[in-house]
């Protein structure tokens, strides 16, 4: 489903995270270059342990169309405090790309690290003042002498809602659009209007600082959110891709690189449920609802035309039925709270954060739509009830008789009470 979505879409390269088999399996044949991930580290801890995963890989490097393979998540940024980590992704880095030279694959296959903003030094206001972060500077060399030596890429990880915040700037900033009420000017007559080129050139200036002024970043993940954090939304999402797109697949560049496409990839297809609480956006970055149809208007080719993207098909939906409080039976506000928290620590209750699109709800105050009695503890039973499949006797008897089970769909404009869907549940146990 996954592959023939991309296909519709015209998308030529995709980024899994994983190289497992099956999800390996499902590419082969379609044409679309694929990034894999190797997120344990650990598990890449000599050479030999690199040349048994190309051995178990190689019915599926070139049938799948493998391009890159990327170690772990952000490894420079725990290297930040964990130099005995750091050394031992660049090993296992060095192992994985010695390893695929040797077995014939090295000249299309390359691996490399991500890297987030955050390992620059901290609060630049101009691109020009970007260099890599001394503690982490003797590391940075060897990986760009080892890329270098191998035509393997620097990957960057650019998500710019979150740097505005960082930086303390202005939110139009975030938007490629020429819509800025904040303009930063930098040497040379550069001048920036979005926070994308702001990132990007502040990478190029801190590898030109180390030796490398003609490596190419390449993007490996952009995105905006949809919901769980201030300016997240449907129509923020669909107004930054609606210019950014266009920018990257143009011989525009940027003010520090101009003449040339940048190489992006977008993050990310579906929302991922199982990423952190700690960072409740980070489960809403994905362009499609959990029913296969997309949040916004996006085209994927980069050509920039005022479309929806291909609806994903065959997607089974669960029986429509709401878990919310019962109105007649909610006098102990303390038994609720507890019954509150019980539903939000088994289930996605993200939307619930600050900035988010039920933000809005107060704790025990209630709101009648349609005859559904809406508030926080509903929310997070509804999530919950959909999350488990066991509708009716955990909404009734599991919540101590606070909460009843509705066909009515109580949500509010805003705040959208989604269903979850048989295939996620079937194969996973929950949500994805």
């Known amino acids: 489903m996954v592959v023939d979505l991309l296909l519709q879409n015209g998308v030529p390269e995709a980024r899994v995270y994983t190289s497992q088999e099956d999800i390996l399996q499902a590419f082969a044949g379609s044409g679309i270059s694929l990034t ?20 178990k890989k190689s019915p599926y490097i070139s049938t799948s169309n493998v391009r890159r393979v990327f170690l772990g998540d952000q490894a420079f940024a725990r290297g930040l405090t964990d130099k005995t980590f750091l050394n031992s992704a660049l090993n296992a880095l060095e192992f994985i790309q010695t390893a695929l030279n040797e077995a014939g694959y090295g000249d299309l296959v390359k691996a490399t690290l991500p890297h987030p903003f955050t390992i620059l030094k901290d609060n630049i206001t101009k691109p020009s003042e970007a260099e890599f972060k001394d503690v982490i500077k003797e590391e940075i060399l060897r990986l760009i002498r080892f890329i270098q030596a191998n035509d393997a890429p620097f990957v960057i990880e650019l998500f710019p809602i979150e740097i505005i915040t960082l930086l303390n700037m202005d939110p139009s900033f975030g938007f490629p659009d020429n819509k800025s009420t904040h303009v930063v000017t930098d040497v040379n007559g550069a001048v920036y209007t979005n926070v994308f080129e702001f990132v990007y050139d502040s990478f190029v200036w801190a590898l030109e600082k180390s030796g490398a002024p003609n490596l190419k970043p390449v993007v490996s993940q952009v995105g905006w959110p949809t919901d769980a954090y201030p300016g997240a939304s449907s129509a923020n999402a669909e107004r930054f891709f609606k210019s950014l797109l266009p920018l990257v697949a143009s011989n525009k560049g940027t003010p520090k690189r101009p003449g040339s496409p940048i190489d992006t990839y977008v993050h990310c297809l579906a929302d991922e449920n199982r990423n952190p609480s700690s960072a409740p956006h980070a489960r809403h970055w994905g362009i499609y609802r959990s029913n296969g149809e997309p949040k ?3 085209d994927l080719t980069g050509k920039g035309r005022d479309i929806f993207p291909a609806t994903a098909k065959g997607i089974m939906r669960m029986p429509e039925r709401w878990c919310v409080l019962n109105e007649k039976t909610i006098t102990d506000s303390e ?3 507890v019954e509150f928290d019980f539903a939000c620590k088994n289930a996605d209750c993200t939307s619930l954060s600050p900035g988010g699109s039920c933000s809005q709800l107060s704790y ?13 503890p509903s929310f997070r039973m509804r999530k919950l009830v959909n999350l488990t499949g066991l509708a009716s006797n955990l909404c009734v008897f599991d919540f101590d008789l606070l909460a009843i089970v509705l066909e009515l769909n109580g949500s509010l404009e805003s705040c959208t009470y989604v269903l979850r869907y048989l295939d996620y549940l079937g194969r996973h146990g929950n949500e994805r």
């Not at 894999?36 to 690199?50: C, G, K, L, P, V």
């Not at 105050?365 to 926080?376: Q, V």
């Open 36 to 55: 894999i991930t190797i997120f344990n580290i650990s598990s890449i801890s000599s050479y030999e342990d690199a040349r048994a995963w190309i051995h």
């Open 335 to 337: 038994k609720a709270k």
């Open 364 to 376: 025990i105050e209630t709101s009648l739509t349609r005859s559904t009695c809406i508030s926080r």
């Open 296 to 298: 916004y208007k996006i």
